[in-house]
């Protein structure tokens, strides 16, 4: 069988980065498509060839499906790896890769439209036993919704149909709060996905968000590589990862990880895959919530417990090996967190702040890892995701990686542009933190509170 000798990395920041670093250890040549922005990037100085694929509007660079397979063919790679974001869980890629006879580093077309689906996802998973959240099916107009929550019992969340990553994603605790923000959330699930449908979900208050880590190959394997804890949000976006959750019993990850492996087996799925769940921690009860077919933002903390490098087994699957391990071969051993570092200013409400970085001195350590495209002297463009670094810690239990997390963020320096390093120490000290004592809503309700009180004099 011919093997995949050179890739296009259809992504940028630390994630190209990544990508590039697996394809050197495996011998694979790498082409990068960087649009005007990100040509001195980090990512274009360690890839073998840097192809411009337009300006610095992702609309008109990263998001061009034509223009990534044209980039692809006119350099002679013989795969894509679109990493996360941008078009990663768009069935249009998978479909046009097929078509030119490019290799597709993910699941197959139709995998990344069921799941993307989010009513036929959970339908999914109802129908093989799977709890899901009490909910609706597709929600037409403003009278349906307000029957509809009436029925299920308010708060209730409606979400877009078509979507994720909080988009489209409002709370409503009695009818007059539907009446506002249905048509805001319509609306902005349209101009998320191009699709406007909605539903609801009762609102479960005291919720963590846990998903599964699973690969499936081309033969029918598929495995799981245990939970990470992804409960610390702002705003439905991820800040703080941790594997495995301190708060999962051993019959419940039992359960989970069954059910993970189950819906991928139903759709015969194949790659990366994440399976997202909701913890009820008043009733200790998870629900599918929805499954990401692709590499995730926190896959590093997967990698630090189990040693497995989920970046080579993709670009391994995708081009028909078998997965290089079997489920009896997975070892989960201490903890791992992850920090995302970004380019705002917390201090202002997460203002972005993009700009020059003066001093870049990442951390360094036993146990310490950064994955960043972050240098001295390098330009923060104004156009993307303000993710600058993810700093992960690795310890033999718990404790010892929330020690390693809190140095390692002590010891991170950077000039030049507000980072969140500081809000995100002032989150690695805080005792509920530290006892575990969270839930997906924390941030908002409780640390942020603390945070403007005490955050900036603690941290002087």
């Known amino acids: 069988m011919k093997r995949i000798s050179s890739l296009l990395v259809a992504n940028r920041g630390e994630i190209a980065v990544r990508i590039i670093r697996a394809c050197r250890d495996l011998g694979i040549k790498t082409i990068l498509a960087a649009s005007e922005a990100d040509r001195e990037s ?20 990263y998001l061009r499906v034509g223009t990534l397979i044209m980039a692809a063919v006119g350099t002679g790679a013989e795969a894509i790896h679109p990493g996360y974001g941008f078009l990663a869980e768009r069935p249009e890629l998978a479909e046009a890769c097929t078509r030119y006879g490019l290799v597709f580093v993910g699941p197959k077309a139709e995998q990344i439209r069921q799941m993307g689906d989010k009513i036929l996802a959970r339908q999914i998973a109802k129908d093989i036993g799977i709890p899901v959240i009490p909910g609706s099916e597709l929600i037409q107009d403003l009278g349906e919704a307000i029957r509809a929550s009436e029925k299920l019992g308010y708060p209730v969340l409606l979400k877009a149909a078509a ?15 539907m009446k506002i923000i249905f048509s805001e959330a319509s609306a902005e699930a349209h101009a998320a996905f191009g699709d406007s449908r909605l539903y609801l979900e009762r609102f479960i208050p ?15 394997k598929i495995v799981q590589l245990g939970e990470r804890d992804c409960s610390l949000q702002r705003r439905y976006q991820k800040m703080v990862e941790e594997a495995p959750s301190p708060v999962l ?20 799925y194949e790659n990366a895959g994440t399976i997202e769940f909701i913890l009820d921690q008043d009733e200790m009860k998870f629900y599918f919530l929805e499954m990401n077919t692709r590499i995730q933002v926190e896959h590093p903390v997967t990698e630090m417990i189990t040693g497995i490098d989920l970046v080579k087994e993709q670009i391994r699957i995708a081009d028909g090996r078998p997965l290089s391990f079997s489920q009896e071969d997975v070892e989960l051993k201490g903890h791992s967190i992850e920090c995302r570092i970004n380019a705002e200013s917390a201090h202002q409400g997460f203002r972005p702040c993009p700009g020059r970085l003066g001093l870049w001195k990442a951390p360094r350590g036993d146990g310490i890892r950064v994955d960043s495209h972050g240098f001295t002297g390098y330009f923060v463009p104004p156009y993307y995701d303000s993710l600058l670094a993810k700093v992960i810690v690795w310890g033999r239990n718990r404790l010892e990686a929330i020690v390693r997390i809190q140095k390692a963020l002590g010891d ?18 805080n005792p509920d933190f530290i006892q575990g004592a969270v839930h997906s809503r924390w941030v908002e309700d409780v640390l942020l509170k603390e945070f403007e009180q005490h955050g900036r004099d603690y941290l002087c």
């Open 42 to 61: 980090l990512a274009a100085q360690m890839a073998d060839r840097v192809v411009c694929i337009g300006p610095a509007s992702a609309a008109e660079s």
């Open 163 to 177: 979507g994720g990553g909080g988009r489209g994603m409002k709370i409503a605790k009695q009818p007059e709060d």
């Open 206 to 220: 005291r919720a963590r968000h846990i998903e599964i880590q699973i690969l499936g190959d081309q033969h029918g």
């Open 249 to 268: 019993s051993s019959a419940l990850r039992l359960a989970a990880n069954q059910a993970a492996l189950a819906l991928a087996h139903q759709i015969q």
């Open 412 to 429: 991170f320096r950077v000039t030049g542009v507000d980072t969140t390093i500081p809000f995100h120490l002032f989150l690695s000290r």
